[in-house]
């Protein structure tokens, strides 16, 4: 939690276009330890009221949860901030986007796609091929057990270079 609040406390961070805006400030709160052992802290607030909380987990990955469960959206909290990065970025570049829901998501194909590696999805996840960019988000419905919840963005049309921007430099 120390190292956790040395590089991210005190962040203020734009709203994430999925999951009510994600967490506003990052702040990290008592730690708490599940069946095995493994201990999640609060990654902090909600933006708005939510069901579940965002999590920081043992491995620092970023996660939701209830009481109950936790699902891994991004392997690292940097994952979490390039993701949202991510979707301001194709937002601006994409002339068209349409969203597919529920278990037509598992329709949508990702053959020959190359992943955002830097977004260390895991239940969520970016992909691009030419002027394409797919991003699923999958977290939500495997917390609630309902895949009906699960939505995949598909973005088309992309003819900026700058969607693949090189996010060590700012460039």
């Not at 909290?77 to 998501?105: M, N």
Request: with cysteine; charged share 20%; hydrophobic share 40%.
């Amino acid at each position: 939690m120390a190292a956790y609040e040395a590089q991210w406390g005190g962040w203020l961070l734009p709203p994430a276009p999925r999951y009510n805006g994600g967490p506003k400030v990052f702040r990290s709160d008592m730690p708490e330890t599940d069946g095995a052992s493994n201990w999640w802290f609060d990654a902090g607030d909600p933006r708005v009221s939510t069901w579940y909380g965002f999590l920081i987990g043992p491995e620092n990955e970023f996660c939701i949860g209830d009481r109950a469960h936790r699902i891994t959206l991004h392997s690292s909290i940097t994952g979490w901030i390039e993701s949202v990065a991510l979707a301001y970025q194709v937002q601006r570049w994409a002339p068209r986007s349409v969203t597919v829901r529920g278990p037509a998501v598992d329709e949508v194909d990702l053959s020959g796609m190359e992943p955002f590696v830097e977004v260390e999805g895991v239940s969520d996840g970016w992909w691009r091929r030419a002027d394409t960019v797919i991003a699923v988000y999958q977290a939500e419905a495997w917390l609630l057990g309902r895949p009906e919840e699960q939505i995949a963005t598909i973005y088309s049309g992309i003819t900026e270079p700058e969607i693949y921007l090189d996010y060590s430099t700012g460039t």
